[in-house]
C-alpha cells in the first residue's frame, strides 16, 4: 500500500538549514506527484511546495520561494525539501503527500505522510 515517510525535522536557529526528507513506497514517483503542506498550532495549513518528478514542474509558496528547493530522486524513490535561511515563522509540522499533477490544494491529496516537527528558535 502507499506509504509515505517523513524525517529530517528538529531543532535549528534563525538563519540555519534544515533537510527533510520524504520516502515513498507502494507507487512510483514517475505516476505521483509529491507536495509539502505545513501546519503550525493555532494555523491553518499551508501549501508550501511540490514536484512531478514525469514533467519535472516544480512550485514553492510566496513564503518560501528563494529559500526552500525541492526535488526528487527517483532510484530512491524520495522527495527532499531543503530549507535553509530557516526563519521562526517556518516552525510547523511539514507532511509530505501524494498528488497526481504538481499541486499544493490539498482536496487533491492523496495519502499523507505522519508528518514531522521542524522548530526554529534561538
Known amino acids: 500500500q502507499v506509504q509515505l515517510v517523513e524525517s529530517g525535522g528538529g531543532l535549528v536557529q534563525p538563519g540555519g538549514s534544515l533537510r527533510l526528507s520524504c520516502a515513498a513506497s507502494?507507487?512510483?514517483?514517475?505516476?505521483?506527484?509529491i507536495a509539502w503542506f505545513r501546519q503550525a498550532p493555532g494555523k491553518e495549513r499551508e501549501g508550501v511546495s511540490c514536484?512531478?518528478?514525469?514533467?519535472?514542474?516544480?512550485y514553492y509558496a510566496d513564503s518560501v520561494k528563494g529559500r526552500f528547493t525541492i526535488s526528487g530522486d527517483l532510484a530512491k524513490n524520495t522527495v527532499y525539501l531543503e530549507m535553509n535561511s530557516l526563519k521562526p515563522e517556518d516552525t510547523a509540522v511539514y507532511y509530505c503527500?501524494?498528488?497526481?499533477?504538481?499541486?499544493?490544494?490539498?482536496?487533491?491529496?492523496?495519502?499523507w505522510g505522519q508528518g514531522t516537527q521542524v522548530t526554529v528558535s534561538s
Open positions: 503527500a501524494t498528488v497526481k499533477f504538481c499541486t499544493v490544494v490539498a482536496d487533491y491529496v492523496g495519502s
Open positions: 514536484i512531478s518528478s514525469s514533467d519535472g514542474v516544480s
Open positions: 507502494g507507487f512510483s514517483l514517475e505516476d505521483y506527484g
